[in-house]
Nanobody
Framework: QVQLVNSGGGLVQAGGSLRLSCAAS????????MAWFRQAPGKEREFVAA????????YYADSVKGRFTIARDNVQNTVYLQMNSLKPEDTAVYYC????????????????WGQGTQVTVSS
């Protein structure tokens, strides 16, 4: 099993940047594909980005491609989401998630979740 703790959210103006972190417990972090999802008020949770076990392959939702970057440090057991050129529509609670082996865009495929961190982008 793995436990995930999100951090790094906050309030930022449109066009600004934030970096989210997700620290994982356990010694098998490199066995998990990692992903970020988000949920805006009144909307369903949606896929944002994912990264393969070794970090060599990344995947993004079209809405964030070119603005967000997912990365992982398998020594520090941490996954990051660097968010640049933020827009008001990026406002949401952001969650990291983990699953063994291959990544998925489907939240139902993920067994482990962080507690979420609020990101608010003002116009």
């Amino acid at each position: 099993q793995v436990q995930l703790v999100n951090s790094g959210g906050g309030l930022v103006q449109a066009g600004g940047s934030l970096r989210l972190s997700c620290a994982a417990s356990g010694r098998t972090f490199s066995s998990y594909a990692m992903a970020w999802f988000r949920q805006a008020p009144g909307k369903e949770r949606e896929f944002v980005a994912a990264i393969s076990l070794g970090g060599s392959t990344t995947y993004y939702a079209d809405s964030v491609k070119g603005r967000f970057t997912i990365a992982r440090d398998n020594v520090q057991n941490t996954v990051y989401l660097q968010m640049n050129s933020l827009k008001p529509e990026d406002t949401a609670v952001y969650y990291c998630a983990a699953r063994t082996t291959y990544y998925s865009r489907d939240e139902r495929a993920y067994a482990y979740w962080g507690q979420g961190t609020q990101v608010t982008v003002s116009s």
